[in-house]
């Protein structure tokens, strides 16, 4: 059976709201949550950006059996591999096994902000495949030194450390990162109903779980649910590689007025109030190959979609 989870959006709700929020979709009966890592919001009008490790502090404490996981941290440029190894090694000891923990290579709008250079992409892989190595020997709970390519380790030890490796779900688009994310990490994580990506990571080799992300607005009729999206996630229909290299929100907005409500629409972003759409949503992500399906509700409507989504989708599954 697929496993269905709930985005917890750091984009658009502070801390305390997404911990209540996590434990409310708990409480609806969702398997799995996810919750952003962002320095910044896409755009202005998303209005928040806390830390995410903090966050799940919280909602470790409000949560009994609900699997969680971070969807995706970039651990390379804005904030050194030892310290997000920290961070990971505390929040999977609260959690225990319910954590996972997604990388990826990261967008130029939370990465430039310690004034370092935004690669191309290779070399972002390049560093990432070095973080992965710096990370997983820290979490032995080992002194570790490492002077590689991207980064130095002296003497570092974390004595805080779960008793086994994290499980760790790498995200692709392409599928030179699908191949490298078979190869180094225990499953893939991706965004919408591609199927591409999981072709790539099967025929690299890769058989653990494929998590991926469907956006959507739960609202009393469609045109309220176009409305808040185009008031609050526009850049959801922004084309191409402009998510990974504009560098900041007002950026986004600028490019954002090349969307219409039009592009919304036929995005393939849920927007009607029938169940059944949200229901074929869910299906069509299964059907192009992946097992864990999570559905992320634009807007500050979430105790009405969760409501929703407990009564009318979930009993589906």
């Not at 490790?53 to 059996?65: C, F, M, Q």
């Not at 392409?174 to 191949?179: D, I, L």
């Amino acid at each position: 059976m697929p496993q269905l989870g709930y985005t917890l959006s750091s984009e658009e709700f502070g801390p305390t709201e997404l911990v209540d929020i996590a434990r409310r979709a708990e409480n609806a009966g969702f398997d799995f949550l996810s919750i952003s890592d962002h320095f910044h919001p896409w755009v202005a009008a998303q209005g928040e950006s806390p830390f995410v490790w903090s966050t799940l502090g919280g909602i470790a404490t409000v949560t009994d059996e609900i699997e969680v996981g971070v969807g995706v941290t970039c651990p390379t440029t804005r904030i050194h591999p030892v310290n997000v190894a920290h961070a990971v090694a505390t929040i999977d000891e609260m959690l225990g096994d319910r954590f996972t923990f997604g990388v990826g290579t990261g967008e130029n709008l939370n990465e430039h902000v310690t004034g370092e250079r935004w690669p191309e992409h290779d070399v972002r892989l390049a560093k990432l495949d070095e973080a992965m190595d710096v990370m997983r020997n820290l979490w032995t709970g080992e002194t570790t030194s490492h002077h590689g390519t991207h980064y130095t380790v002296e003497n570092a030890r974390l004595y805080t450390v779960p008793d086994d490796q994290p499980t760790v779900i790498g995200s692709a688009f392409g599928s030179q990162t699908a191949r490298w994310v078979a190869d180094n990490t225990d499953g893939l994580w991706c965004s919408g109903p591609k199927s591409e990506p999981v072709e790539a990571y099967e025929d690299a080799g890769g058989d653990g779980p494929k998590y991926t992300q469907l956006h959507g607005c739960y609202a009393d009729s469609e045109n309220e649910a176009i409305d808040t999206i185009y008031e609050g996630w526009p850049n959801g229909s922004i084309p191409g590689e402009l998510g990974q290299e504009l560098s900041t929100p007002a950026h986004f907005e600028q490019a954002a007025q090349l969307v219409e409500r039009e592009d919304i629409a036929e995005s393939g972003t849920t927007t009607e109030p029938d169940p059944q759409a949200h229901i074929d949503s869910i299906e069509a992500a299964i059907d192009a190959g992946y097992d864990h399906v999570y559905y992320h509700q634009i807007g500050p409507e979430q105790g009405k979609a969760l409501e929703f989504y407990e009564a009318e989708v979930l009993p589906s599954f």
